[in-house]
């Protein structure tokens, strides 16, 4: 018995370590894009506009890549659901950090013209697809590896994966940036971060290839209980949780992408501030994001999932405003501090117990294509295209950020209704292999 439990909690801790760096690993490659377009691509891939549209079609390749994540989505569903959620880990880590490291070989618009946009864009869908499947098996191993009571506290070892991939990916970006003059950065010196996803991609591989499958999926594997369909199974089952979840990454994932992409670009065209400040400040924020997304994951152990997400939701909704008015200050103290209050305080209360709740709304045959669909989708509606909508709404309102603002407040309504019609899920049974679709009652939990 103590032996089977060592090795229980040695598959615990692996898979929350695999979580954390794979996934760490994947957003670096993901975020790293976004930081480029924020900073160089413009000038790079776009050079015959003017500075705000090619901005505007940097953020345009940006958003394409959340466009190939639902198709990464549904094939990586398929194949976690049918052959397992590792095989899916491995292959999208592959496609991510390869697709990642001949970004860093591109050619410019300077030696082929119009075919350095081109290619980028050709990678960049094949980072989206690979991140598209990456999020679902990720969270599933962890909350389904997990003890029941604490779910939400391995789920987030996902999460966390993703400020760790965008603290590498600024902070490698802010290394180079610093360590060489403005000519050599952008002539050659922005393509280290991306080569470097090579060496790290070894490292996920080694790590992910250790990995078990949960115990509830190789269970249902070996009696030949998955279904053959599980998208089918999902859409004519359990739909309603897709739309939920995506209608709840809505808000959550646009202020992400308005805070860490598009605010780095309005602090340097719009504000004028010094252009690593934007940097430095996401930096911070994604560093104290190692504490914070795993503190509100366990909050959400004892008090509940829906709770934290409503308050998140109508907190950050609250903040867009006066933080565009602490930019707008230029100091750069009160950039970090509405950075940190934005993204630590009232974005990751949200954040942090996703990945438990997402996971917790389907049942385990479908658990991969269900959870990794709502996420997906809910992307590409909102964080996606948030950076490129706000850039053009900037611009219709002459610099002004009040569309932007009000933008936000009509995704966190969207939100703030998924959440409140969301099911409790914090003390829901998991391991369940039925296909019933999740009610909430009305004392707020599943049945």
């Not at 789920?155 to 965008?166: E, R």
């Not at 407040?409 to 899920?425: K, N, R």
Request: with cysteine.
């Amino acid at each position: 018995m103590a032996q089977a439990m060592t090795r229980r909690t040695n598959s615990v801790r692996m898979v929350a370590i695999g979580s954390f760096v794979g996934t760490t690993i994947e957003w670096y490659d993901f975020f790293l894009y976004g930081t480029a377009a924020a900073l160089v691509f413009s000038p790079l891939f776009f050079p015959d506009v003017s500075p705000a549209v090619g901005l505007i079609a940097a953020f345009g390749t940006y958003a394409v890549g959340f466009l190939a994540r639902p198709l990464g989505a549904l094939v990586g569903g398929h194949v976690g659901d049918r052959i397992g959620r590792k095989a899916m880990l491995v292959a999208s880590l592959l496609i991510m950090g390869v697709s990642t490291t001949l970004i860093g070989v591109l050619p410019t618009y300077d030696h082929v013209g119009i075919w350095a946009p081109l290619m980028l864009l050709v990678l960049r869908l094949a980072q989206g697809f690979g991140v598209g499947g990456e999020w679902g098996g990720a969270a599933l191993m962890s909350v389904e590896t997990a003890p029941p009571h604490r779910r939400g506290l391995f789920g987030s070892f996902t999460q966390i994966g993703v400020s760790g991939g965008m603290l590498l990916a600024v902070g490698a970006f802010t290394l180079a940036r610093t360590s060489m003059d403005p000519d050599q950065f952008l002539s050659w010196g922005w393509r280290i971060p991306f080569l470097v996803s090579g060496v790290l991609v070894i490292f996920g591989y080694v790590i992910r290839a250790r990995l078990v499958e949960p115990e509830s999926f190789a269970a249902m594997k070996e009696k030949d209980e998955l279904p053959e369909r599980p998208l089918a199974a999902v859409i004519r089952n359990e739909s309603r949780p897709v739309w939920l979840s995506a209608g709840m990454r809505m808000s959550q994932n646009a202020v992400y992408y308005l805070y860490t992409t598009f605010g780095i670009a309005y602090l340097a065209n719009s504000v004028g501030a010094d252009s690593n400040i934007g940097l430095q400040s996401v930096l911070i924020a994604s560093a104290i994001g190692l504490v914070s997304v795993p503190a509100w994951a366990s909050l959400s152990d004892r008090y509940g999932r829906r709770p934290l997400y409503l308050f998140g939701t109508i907190t950050s909704a609250l903040f867009i405003g006066p933080f565009f008015l602490l930019a707008d200050t230029g100091n750069p103290v009160l950039i970090v501090v509405g950075m940190v209050v934005g993204l630590n305080l009232f974005h990751d209360a949200m954040y942090g117990p996703q990945a438990a709740f997402f996971s917790e709304l389907f049942s385990t045959g479908v658990r991969y294509s269900g959870a990794s669909l709502g996420y997906q989708f809910g992307a590409v509606l909102s964080g996606g295209f948030a950076p490129l909508i706000a850039t053009v709404l900037l611009a219709a309102n002459d610099g002004r950020p009040w569309l932007v603002v009000a933008y936000f407040l009509v995704l966190s309504v969207i939100t703030g209704v998924c959440a409140y019609l969301a099911p409790e899920t914090f003390r829901k049974d998991i391991a369940a292999p039925s296909h019933r679709p999740a009610v909430r009652t009305p004392e707020g939990n599943l049945t």
